[in-house]
């Protein structure tokens, strides 16, 4: 038994071959699976089946992949879903997008059913490692102390508002990934608040400010949100 048995895996693929035989290894390997041929019903399911990990086609009639992998993250109830995507080499730029826009990992087509099984497998061993949560997170000189509820840049103590700990904290989390506007109101003001989008500008820019380091560390992607740049 691998540690991932038992997660549950939505395949995204429009070519039912593909589709099968990833379905069939996954399924050998103790993985339970779910599929969708469309970008719709896969947008569906991942809201309605609620899979551990979305293998998702880059080529997909009418909405294709970049478009769901964007939707998926830009919903905080599906913000933090680990996606695969599938592209062929021809879309290299293609899959430089989708990497931003926050795709875990990607696997390039053609491709063998084993060497797929195997990324998926360490990317949830990767997952798994991420979720002992650490009492404290470090970014080069940067130290940020749960416990304490404190941060150091250098040694020296750099005062934070709660909201700005809360941001800087939900960044170092997800080194590497794109964090919405949205999921970050959400995640750090809460539901219930009803500010702007702006505010979180507002906040990232006084940690920019109040922390130097993070003027390269922390990049603004197009209009979609925010990302720590992975050390
Ligand atoms: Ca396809």
């Not at 680990?82 to 899959?95: G, Q, Y």
């Not at 797929?116 to 940067?142: D, I, W």
């Not at 102390?145 to 800087?168: C, I, M, S, Y």
Request: hydrophobic residues 40%.
């Amino acid at each position: 038994m691998t540690p991932a048995a038992g997660k549950k895996i939505l395949i995204v693929e429009d070519e039912k071959d593909i589709l099968e035989l990833v379905k069939l290894y996954l399924e050998k390997e103790g993985f339970r699976t779910c599929t969708a041929t469309t970008g719709q019903e896969g947008l569906r399911q991942v809201h309605d089946a609620h899979p551990d990990l979305v293998i998702l086609d880059l080529m997909l009639a009418e909405m294709d992949g970049l478009e769901v992998c964007k939707r998926i993250r830009a919903d905080p109830h599906t913000s933090m879903t680990p996606i695969i995507m599938l592209t062929a080499k021809a879309e290299e730029s293609d899959m430089v997008i989708g990497l931003e826009l926050g795709a875990d990992d990607y696997v390039t087509k053609p491709f063998s059913p084993k060497s797929l099984v195997a990324r998926v497998k360490a990317l949830f061993r990767r997952l798994e490692r991420k979720q002992e949560e650490p009492s404290r997170y470090t970014y080069g000189p940067l130290v940020l102390d749960l416990a304490r509820h404190e941060v150091k840049a250098n040694g020296r103590d750099v005062p934070l508002t709660a909201k700005e700990f809360g941001l800087l904290e939900h960044l170092l989390r997800n080194p590497g990934r794109v964090m919405t506007r949205d999921v970050l109101l959400n995640s750090v003001w809460g539901y219930d608040y009803y500010g702007t989008t702006r505010t979180v500008d507002v906040h990232i820019r006084r940690l920019k400010q109040k922390i130097p380091l993070l003027n390269e560390a922390i990049v603004s992607v197009k209009s979609l949100g925010y990302k720590l740049k992975e050390q």
